[in-house]
């Protein structure tokens, strides 16, 4: 089965079971985020793991955005052994919850301001303290953690990307979850008046503290789900249990795919 993908637009996306994803290393992360801010042209990442995979099975909008994404970066180990069987060399696992620190050390570098928007009230406030903390010098020109269901009110909404636009951050890291936080993003692109923005995941409440990373030697050997599945059994039992399922249907239905 064959995936077309443009490579004068995406020249590191490669197809891979139902979607595809850029093969690229963390420094060519960088160079792409730099040159959108250097240029001031508005870009996005979103990320792929198994759930998100499994939600672009059915999800129109969703598959929408996650394809029109300037950066699509593997988020799963997996999914990243899955494609490495395949012959696919993949360069990184690259998580987006992972990536607020590394931008936030680019940010510090390259003098760009960082906006985080997302997370239960507090916890976008608190993640800026944290890495302010950790990146001292770095920053950060405004958090802000919206009222549940704003992207369908139309004032609230507006009354969000004004928070943000008048701030004209060049980062905009959002955590409002998958496929919420995609969606939004993709919707709102050249209204955030930002250059570069990040779905980071859970990767607010990760800088906040709130929740707590699993162990490096646990994500190395895909482990990291049964360490959140601890954390938070009851909302990840559906994730782990019983959608996980769907993987199997769809790797079993698409097998390899073709570029051309």
Request: proline share 5%; hydrophobic share 40%; glycine share 6%.
């Amino acid at each position: 089965m064959s995936l077309d993908i443009d490579k004068n637009r995406y020249p590191y996306r490669v197809a891979f079971l139902n979607t595809a994803f850029d093969n690229v290393s963390l420094s060519q992360v960088r160079e792409i985020v730099a040159d959108h801010v250097q240029t001031c042209v508005p870009g996005y990442m979103v990320s792929l793991n198994s759930d998100i995979d499994i939600a672009l099975e059915h999800d129109r909008e969703f598959k929408a955005a996650h394809n029109q994404a300037t950066l699509v970066l593997m988020d799963s180990q997996p999914l990243f052994n899955l494609a490495r069987r395949q012959g696919i060399p993949v360069k990184e696992k690259i998580s987006g919850s992972d990536l607020m620190g590394p931008v936030c050390q680019w940010a510090l570098e390259q003098c760009w301001s960082i906006y985080i928007l997302g997370g239960m009230p507090g916890v976008p406030k608190k993640a800026a303290e944290n890495l302010q903390k950790k990146y001292p010098g770095l920053k950060v020109v405004g958090t802000l953690s919206p009222d549940y269901g704003f992207e369908r009110d139309p004032v609230k909404l507006s009354a969000v990307l004004k928070a943000v636009a008048v701030t004209t951050p060049d980062i905009l890291f959002v955590s409002l979850g998958a496929p919420k936080s995609e969606k939004f993003v993709h919707e709102n692109l050249y209204s955030f008046g930002s250059s570069f923005i990040f779905n980071v995941g859970a990767g607010v409440d990760f800088a906040a503290g709130k929740i707590k990373r699993a162990p490096r030697w646990m994500s190395d050997h895909s482990l990291e789900w049964l360490y959140r599945f601890f954390q938070e059994p009851r909302r990840l039992f559906k994730r782990y249990f019983i959608d996980s399922w769907k993987l199997l249907k769809i790797i079993k239905k698409y097998g390899k795919r073709e570029i051309r």
